[in-house]
């Protein structure tokens, strides 16, 4: 890639984070607000953010602040939306507030995505670990470079 490629992918990178910060909001999690965007072919196909499955209640945590196991994260919802349309995840890039945990991390690469920039590191780098060593391509972007 050329300077100048470099430079337009980065700022393409930070307005996608930017959009999965603003996703993020809408989540109704108390712990920890995450969102997702997926891009294909310079379009978002996708976008998703930690929840509850639809007809659930929207609370996320149980009276003790412990996380429903039934809650499915940002990632998830973005690639189960894909799933239901008639695109798919294949060469895609999947932009995250937070890094993937282990059981994400195999639904991205079974989706087919190819790359994945995250802002975060969520505190368990398994995930992150397990998506390098199968060819994925990891990006994390920091908040200062996000504010350029």
């Not at 891009?39 to 930690?50: A, E, R």
């Not at 609370?59 to 996380?67: A, K, L």
């Amino acid at each position: 890639m050329s300077p100048k490629d470099i430079d337009k992918q980065h700022r393409y990178d930070s307005a996608y984070l930017k959009m999965a910060e603003q996703w993020s909001a809408l989540s109704h999690c108390k712990r920890k607000k995450v969102g997702a965007i997926i891009v294909k072919d310079s379009m978002i196909i996708s976008d998703g953010y930690n929840g509850t499955p639809a007809g659930f209640d929207n609370c996320c945590e149980d009276d003790g602040g412990n996380t429903h196991w039934y809650v499915l994260h940002a990632e998830a919802n973005a690639i189960l939306k894909v799933a239901k349309s008639t695109n798919n995840c294949k060469g895609a890039t999947l932009y995250l507030t937070l890094s993937p945990c282990k059981d994400c991390s195999k639904l991205i690469l079974q989706a087919g995505i190819t790359r994945v920039v995250f802002r975060n590191a969520y505190k368990d780098t398994e995930g992150i670990d397990f998506l390098i060593n199968s060819g994925v391509n990891v990006a994390q972007l920091e908040n200062s470079l996000l504010e350029e």
